[in-house]
T-cell receptor
């Protein structure tokens, strides 16, 4: 158990819909990272927040947005969903902004768009 | 730009030693990380090399050569439970500039046979 929690574990929804994925980092960790993992694309970095502020942005679609709240939990919002958005979405946390060093990953949310 | 190359699959037998290589091209290199991911599970942090040389942690070791832009993960006394995907990762700056982002390789599937 990494100490990072993600909800929900599974999500099935239809094209065009909007969903919100939630992540609570390990106690004391200030950085939250969001990743998308699909079979043909590997682990793709989406966005990072550090202590409430956006720190880095990867190949995140304009239909996707995220935020980190004062209690440091984070939400990833996916809208106008398409079939291709079906994937595993992970969040990870770390103490500081240290790149890929010692990130702790949550169990993931499996999103299926039908 | 940035890229990481690692073999897609490696097979070995229980008790053997296996080496998973990773070559990278990135600007502003800070260090090379390795993560393990079992099927359906979350990636877990294994090791991090910022300086040249070998880092040993139990049965796993990781090596880095900054001058060759190359690293490897060495797994000794292989066990069936080591069957998983292994990802190398760096922090890199995308083409066109911007913030440093985590970039993961596409992963190496290690299959351990009895």
């Amino acid at each position: 158990d990494s100490g990072v929690t993600q909800t929900p574990k599974h999500l099935i929804t239809a094209t065009g819909q909007r969903v919100t994925l939630r992540c609570s980092p390990r106690s004391g960790d200030l950085s939250v990272y969001w990743y998308q993992q699909s079979l043909d694309q590997g682990l793709q970095f989406l966005i990072q927040y550090y202590n409430g502020e956006e720190r880095a942005k990867g190949n995140i679609l304009e239909r996707f947005s995220a935020q980190q709240f004062p209690d440091l939990h984070s939400e990833l919002n996916l809208s106008s969903l398409e079939l291709g958005d079906s994937a595993l979405y992970f969040c990870a946390s770390s103490v500081r902004d240290r790149g890929t060093y010692e990130q702790y990953f949550g169990p993931g949310t499996r999103l299926t768009v039908t | 730009g940035q890229s990481l190359e690692q073999p897609s699959e490696v097979t070995a037998v229980e008790g053997a030693i296996v080496q998973i290589n990773c070559t990278y091209q990135t600007s502003g290199f800070y260090g090379l990380s390795w993560y393990q991911q079992h099927d359906g599970g979350a990636p877990t942090f294994l090791s991090y090399n910022a300086l040249d040389g070998l880092e040993e942690t139990g049965r796993f070791s990781s090596f880095l050569s900054r001058s060759d832009s190359y690293g490897y993960l060495l797994l000794q006394e292989l066990q069936m439970k080591d069957s998983a995907s292994y990802f190398c990762a760096v922090r890199s700056r995308p083409e066109g500039g911007g913030s440093y982002i985590p970039t993961f390789g596409r992963g190496t599937s290690l299959i351990v046979h009895p």
